[in-house]
């Protein structure tokens, strides 16, 4: 089946909210494919500012190309999982300006420690496990089956019992299906793992945050 990828941008204006930001600094602008043409807008309003582009939850190269230009960051956008990403990833303040709800925050301490918090618990019990189920993402763009294989072999010569699930969207009640899982490990959107946490039948851990 061909799926056709339609952009489809946000109508929501920065331009009385960028009024609000007072930062005696290099600024980085960053936003997701919805906000992208709302970059030249902000950063003509904050002179000293570079685009540093799109970002996606597993992939903040555009920051990171940017970071050592920067004092901070703006991200164009809404919700925390984007901005405490690359807060993570670089080390720098991250502001949020959210076009839909109309307001400016920032990334704080307590967003990082929480998202570090769930990161390490599951890879103790990752790291503990016996059992282990890999799943992997049939969407274009987000299956990584080469890289789970490679762990699935990993962990079999380590004595360990893994097993590959593959889907399309995941129904979070079938995994209650597989009791014996004691860790998943996830291999598509980073996302998953994070926010949905609460909905795995046990720990959960990106493989990205595995030193593989």
Not at 73 to 83: A, D, K, L, R
Request: glycine share 6%; hydrophobic share 40%; charged share 25%.
């Amino acid at each position: 089946m061909k799926t056709l990828f339609i952009t489809a941008k946000s109508k929501a204006s920065i331009t009385e909210l960028i009024r609000n930001v007072q930062f005696e600094g290099k600024l980085g602008l960053l936003t997701t494919a919805q906000h992208l043409h709302l970059l030249p807008e902000a950063k003509n309003a904050l002179k000293n500012s570079v685009i540093g582009g799109q970002v996606l939850g597993c992939d903040v190269s555009n920051a990171l190309k940017i970071a050592k230009k920067v004092d901070a960051f703006i991200f164009i956008g809404s919700g925390n999982f984007h901005p405490v990403q690359v807060a993570m990833k670089t080390g720098k303040r991250v502001l949020i300006l959210d076009p839909i709800a109309g307001n400016l925050s920032e990334v704080s301490s307590s967003d990082i420690e929480t998202r570090k918090r769930k990161i390490t618990a599951g890879y103790a019990i990752f790291l503990n496990a016996n059992k282990i189920g890999i799943l992997v993402s049939s969407k274009k763009g987000q299956s990584r089956m080469k890289e789970a294989e490679k762990l699935k072999k990993e962990l079999e010569k380590q004595g360990k019992k893994a097993f590959i699930f593959v889907f399309d969207t995941l129904d979070f009640n079938q995994l209650e299906n597989f009791p014996d899982i004691e860790c998943w490990v996830n291999t598509a959107c980073l996302r998953m793992a994070i926010e949905d946490y609460d909905k795995f039948p046990h720990s959960v851990v990106n493989i990205s945050d595995l030193p593989l």
